[in-house]
């Protein structure tokens, strides 16, 4: 009998142990409904403007705190921020900042210049520099600051008066304002970062200037906002509440979306393109990004690099390669052919007003041509298998498989198509360990220089093996160039001869790919795709008629 | 405190410990409340128990260590964006830049004080802290998802056993194949688009009551149930051929009182020695499952950790799978001795 009464016990035990936890855990879970939610597809990496270095970063510290400078909404040109105006000395080398006399931190606190002093030096450590601290070499003996061998004093940030901030730069750089109002550069709160140096960017610590609180955060759930009421400019804030979802699978993401749980979804899975762009809230527009395959010039194997370093062999590629079947047939989000690195749009580069150096179009004929010429020079008769390299993506595979088929019927190659996965596939990319390797990137700011300086020699970006001193010099004279003609001019040089060195092939433009309810309004569509909070607010009359409905 | 004093107590006659007989008559003459406590094969099963699973948890430390690391890029080269001056920077502040062995007792050591250090990828929370986080969602998905499998399970099985050869035994059985058959993110996927698009009565994804739970703890049961279903089925006609249920029947009770008072234990036990197992195949096999309906459990930042090359999280997750693991089949071989007298510890 005392068998029986312990098992039964046991079993009740197990009973209650499995409810008791299932109710313990579910407990405190439920929140209510924010004014406005949207699905920042990762949990970011931080809240430090110091750690960070990605998209979803910034759409979160855009919210929780503000640069000297803001970008407008629509136009993303430098607005006035935490300084309500500015000088630039006539050689374009010294800012002079006014910071607001009204702006505060989130506990009340005045923010002063020292606060930008203080986070941009913070900025530079030795110690522990900002994973962008590069930025700040523009400034003078930043980067010697960096490399330790300089006391900060030396560095060229000063705060002559309370609300003054100086900025010496090295040379003149026409994107410094934008650069203001880069996420990473934000100012972080002195005493709180040095009360808890490790848990200060916790909610319960958290102390920030931009137009909203950090009210909760859990760990890849949610971020909860709250309307900074100590923000300068509260009344233009009109969201009360937002959460932030790190939703990473895209299609658990427009399920979220679709059963009216998001108001702004930042992407959305392949497969659903062409379903979607017959919904109104569905309206791709250019983005600053670019997708292009890089080649390896210095490849270890004789055989190969005997092909893949010759500027004709690579010219027959890209002539071959047949970008409007990519857009149309497999991106299908409106994306456009590319016949150049730096992608359309980019003021004073390649707006509607300027005529950037670009490629010709698809000619098989000529690739063909110059595929024999190559052979002929070299003496051999057969072309070694290439392999075309890419992370695991079902478009990425998609794009590629278009690519082989035409290298492979149009020009006689052999190609094979090999996938790794992201962090497999960044090392191979970085150690020149691949034929030819499916690449893309998304501009920091919207200048040219941030596409055109991936391929100096030896830059950490580079990973194709070019390196060309004409090329370095003339990255190096843009940056030195005050007028923004002659900059212009020799940015685009500088493009000419990637162009006609094609370490990289070219292949298409990004398009932003946001799901925007309807009554969500000042969201607007932009080239670097960012859309400020601050700005958005919900059209509650339309959003009752649309639900009504 | 008493209970901990009287095991103490209790470990000296070394009569006792060698045979579990004598144990267990020995037991019987203790004061009820106390019996299972002071079972001494309990207490040296427990301790040697535990001595393997620390060896297990530094073997597979050890393992995973090196594995990582042998795979290529490591957390902070996948952020395209880091000068080379900075990603040095960054390795040596934690330590990626020295010898592997050096990391590897560095690592070793803090792990032994509990320290399983910053998420690399996260860099506001350590990685206990994200581990503390993530446990209670993942056991909230479980447990229901275990309490489906059970329920089911042995419902479905019991049905099929008394109606065996009939059309129900063979329709259940056949939904238990398909179940058993089919990946739970298929599953998923069919039940989003009955619940949640075509009928929305259950949230999409995320977390937040219980209805967010019920679909992911579904998928996440459904095998399991199907395969408890097979099993109380087998087990449950087993028994009901033996001749003491005859004699049950013989003695003119009634169907369902045979089922339950005789036949129910007995036919039970081949369910209860898959518990383990199962238990161990809900949490570790909730990876999918948390991703799609984006529970932030142990699974998500399990997978989330490997493809980040986040060492330290990725570490500190299968640390914690292991000792789940390694627990819960701990306690099932104790329940199980509870349930079937004839199974002792050893």
Redesign the interface.
Known sequence: M??DR??NL?ALG?ALL??G??V???QG???ERADFTFNNAS??????PK?V??VPEGRVLRCLYEGLTNMHPKTLVPVPGMAERWEVSEDGRTYTFHIRKNARWSNGDPLTAEDFVYSWRRFLD?????????LLWLVVKGRDF??GKVPSAEVGIRAPEPHTFVVELVHPTAYFLDLCSFYPLFPVHRATVEAHPKTW??PRNFVGNGPFLLEAR?????IRLRKNPQYWDADSVRLNTVDI?P???H??GL??Y??G?LDWETDVPQQVISDLLKRDDFQPRAYLGSYFYRINLKHRNPEKARFLSDPRFRMALYLAMDRKAIVEGVTKAGELPSRALVPPGIPNYSDARHQPPALPEMDMEKARALIEEVKKDLGVDKIPTLKVLYNTSESHKNIAEVIQQRWGQGLGLKIKLENQ????Y???Q??LDYDISRSA?IG?YADANTFLDLFVSGG??NHTGYADPIYDSLIEAAAREADRDKRREILYKAEEMLLRDLPIIPIYSYVTKNLVRPWVKGFYPNLQNVHPLKFVWIDEEAKKNAEGR | MQKGAEEEAQVDPPEEVESGEGAASLGDQEPEGFTFFSDHPLLTFLLKRLGWMALTLWIVFTLSFFLMRSIPGGPFDQEQNLSAEVLAKYKAAFYLDKPLAEQYLLHLRNALTGDLGPSYKMADYTVNEIMAAGIPKSLALGVIALIFALTLGITAGLLSAIKRGGFLDRSLMTVATIGIALPNFVIAGILILLFVIWIPIFPAATWGDYKHLFLPAFCLGAPFAAYVARLTRTGMLDVLSQDYIRTARAKGLSDAQVLVRHALKGGLLPVISFLGPAIAGILTGSLVVEKIFQIPGLGTHFVQAAINRDYTLAMGCVLLYTTLVYVMNLLVDIGYTIIDPRVKLE
Do not use: C, H
């Open positions: 005392r068998r312990n098992r046991f197990l499995l409810l936890g299932g313990l855990a579910l879970a439920t929140v949990e970011p990496q931080s809240l430090d750690v270095s990605g030795p110690a522990m520099p900002a994973k962008y601290a590069q960096f490399d960017s916790k859990t760990i890849r759930d949610r979802l939703v990473e699978d299609v658990t399920n979220l679709l059963t749980v996965e992201w962090g497999t960044q090392a191979s970085k150690a990137w920091d950490g970006n």
